[in-house]
């Protein structure tokens, strides 16, 4: 049986194991690094988003199911307020988002990722980078996103969300929006957020104010538009 499993070059800087020749070389990948930066702040610069807002969500959503809606109706509300909208690029959630911001008009981003296994960008994306690097992408999506949204997910969207959390806290990054849509799926990590990390005192107060847990589309898109308006006032 043949396998359409390929390794990529994360999995190859990532694994323990090299042959001499790698090691000899190791160093020099960074001139991979590099060029992902290069064409990543090339492309996004030169695609001139404006606002942009960055949608997560799981890869795993079904097309046609009610989260998939979901994703559909932010994606469209966000473009429909003027926001271009950046997501992974993959299936799921991210076609979701893509989708709606297509529909409505807006810029609608993907930036994909080089997996084991045949993907593709979903076909509601207009500008489209494909990265091999999972960490040179994610300071892509924080570097020309103003606000972020999270749709249900998995580890993915889970270690993106705290990506963003743990910039914002530590101040690495001005203050920006984060909004989890969905409280039924959200709430019980909230509630141990609260209860354990706060609870523990290995969070303050105010980093949980970071967050905003919503069903109301209508109410995460207004809180990305407070903070286009609040980061406006402070440049002029
Ligand atoms: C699992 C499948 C495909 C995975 N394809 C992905 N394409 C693009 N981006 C992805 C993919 N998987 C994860 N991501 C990133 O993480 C988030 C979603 O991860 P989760 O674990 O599904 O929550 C997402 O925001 C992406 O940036 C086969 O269907």
């Known amino acids: 049986m043949t396998s359409d499993r390929r390794i990529t070059d994360d999995q190859r800087l990532l694994d323990l194991e090299h042959s001499e020749e790698w090691k000899q070389r190791a160093a020099w990948r960074v001139m991979k690094f590099q060029a992902e930066f290069v064409e990543g702040f090339d492309v996004l610069e030169a695609a001139d988003l404006g606002d942009a807002v960055c949608v997560y969500g799981s890869a795993r959503t079904v ?30 959630a991210m076609e979701a988002a893509n989708r709606g911001a297509y529909d409505a008009g807006v810029k609608s981003v993907g930036l994909g990722i080089e997996l084991p296994f045949e993907q593709g960008i979903n076909e509601f994306v207009d500008i ?65 957020l609260r209860a354990s990390m706060l609870g523990d005192g290995k969070i303050s107060t105010k980093d949980l104010d970071l967050l905003l847990v919503t069903d109301d589309l209508d109410e995460a898109v207004a809180h990305m538009q407070q903070s286009r308006s609040a980061q406006s006032s402070a440049r002029s």
Request: aromatic share 16%.
């Open 63 to 92: 097309v046609d199911s009610e989260e998939y809606k979901l994703g559909v109706d932010l994606g469209r509300k966000l473009g429909e307020a003027g926001f271009s909208v950046i997501t992974g690029g993959g299936p799921g």
């Open 128 to 192: 489209e980078l494909d990265f091999k690097y999972f960490f040179v992408r994610k300071v892509m999506f924080l570097k020309y996103s103003c606000g972020f949204c999270a749709l249900p997910g998995g580890f993915g969207t889970m270690d993106e969300l705290f990506e963003a959390l743990t910039l914002e806290q530590t101040g690495k990054v001005g203050k920006f929006p984060i909004a989890l849509i969905g409280t039924d799926y959200w709430g019980g990590l909230v509630e141990w």
